[in-house]
């Protein structure tokens, strides 16, 4: 492996641990911070209009387990998945109906056309974009044909460690609607709906089917 490359690994590795450490630290906070469905009730609204109904899910980056929760509550089987420890003791407390398993969205320790639905909030942007593209590469991979994914990122203009609070710190990758469109494409999904939650936010969340073919 080449130097650079092999550097650029180990770069993208301490961004990681530092943001997995950083979530496990501030765990009760951040679900103290982050428990109101309010911000996403739309989106899980059409999420589940879009999937069959008792549908196989997947919460990819479940955290606290506040989404996988809603998602159970309608009827659905939902799996989470997620690297902080911390966080997935409090999703298993959460909804102790519901599956979560330690791990990384860029290997997902699932078998191929797993789920109907796939459901990854604000998780994307905390990867390098070569990562970015496996991950989503691996959501393809886990769905059934015509499964539906819905994404979110934070459209950052360049990358690096970004504050919140005392001691909690993430790295977030610079990514546009533009960068996550080509994602997309080259991991054989397609977009159908797009849409930005503000322009001052500048959140984008997009929904797309994995092909079938």
């Known amino acids: 492996m080449p130097i650079s490359l092999l550097d650029e690994e180990q770069e993208a590795e301490w961004f990681y641990s530092g943001t997995i ?3 496990d630290r501030c765990a009760a906070r951040y679900a103290a911070q982050n428990d109101s469905i309010s911000e996403v009730k739309d989106l899980l609204t059409f999420f589940d209009k879009e999937i069959p109904c008792a549908a196989s899910l997947l919460d990819a980056g ?3 387990g506040r989404d996988a929760e809603y998602l159970s509550s309608l009827g659905h089987t939902v799996h989470g998945i997620d ?3 911390k966080l997935l003791r409090m999703a298993r407390e959460r909804v102790p109906k519901s599956y979560f398993v330690e791990g990384d969205i860029r290997s997902l320790p699932f078998r191929d056309r797993s789920f109907d639905g796939l459901w990854m909030n604000a998780v994307l942007h905390h990867l390098v974009p070569p990562h970015m593209l496996q991950a989503l590469t691996e959501c393809h991979r886990v769905l059934k044909p015509s499964g539906l994914l819905f994404v979110s990122v934070h459209l950052d203009d360049s990358s690096g460690w970004q504050t919140k609070g005392q001691d909690f710190v ?3 990758a610079r ?3 533009v960068m996550l469109a080509e994602f997309l494409r080259d991991a054989r999904l397609t977009p159908v709906r797009m849409t930005s939650r503000s322009a001052e936010s500048r959140w984008l969340h997009c929904f797309a089917r994995a092909h079938t073919g």
Do not use: F, L, M, V
Request: include cysteine; charge should be positive.
């Open 21 to 23: 450490s950083s979530y």
């Open 62 to 64: 479940c955290g606290h």
């Open 83 to 85: 690297r902080s420890e």
């Open 170 to 172: 993430r790295y977030y």
């Open 175 to 177: 990514i546009s609607g």
